[in-house]
């Protein structure tokens, strides 16, 4: 991945094409889901069969559509009126090239991966363990044996939940 012994133009080259390209990937993965939510149809989460079917193009749409917008309009608010907001007062101290700061942490939603890499000493093992830890998650729809197909009455989807609920929370 760094492409030699530091950080230098092979890295960032490298990371600059996966900012880059990242974003029209999940936006490729909205419309795959939004074509499956199309042709399949929403959830049913207390799988409770009556026979309805809720209509795509006004009932999702429109709630996507209000939902857009709401969000661009809070992003809007903190822009452009609180750009501070959401900053870390660290952010406002001079940096200085030969002192590593003791307050760098990962963000709250790379914790869980950052223990994972911490843990194992081998760099190639860490990132083996922690796309294990990524599929794991993507595997917990397949689990259910249950012939009850939702969600909220499946005994061992809420325990597996649940215990990776407790994992994020405690061990995270």
Known sequence: MWGGYSVDGPTLIKFFALHFTLPYIIVACVFVHLAALHSVGSNNPLAVEN??????????????????????????????????????????????????????????????????LRSIPDKTGGVVAMAAAILALFSLPSLSFSSVKGAVLNPVYGTLVICWALNVVFLG
């Open 51 to 116: 026979g309805l079917k809720t209509a795509f193009a006004p009932t999702f749409v429109g709630k996507d559509i209000f939902f857009f917008f709401f969000t661009f309009f809070v992003l809007g608010v903190l822009v452009f009126f609180y750009p501070n907001a959401l900053g870390h007062p660290d952010n406002y101290i001079k940096a200085n090239a030969l002192v590593t700061p003791a307050h760098i942490v990962p963000e709250w939603y790379f914790l869980p991966f950052y223990a994972i």
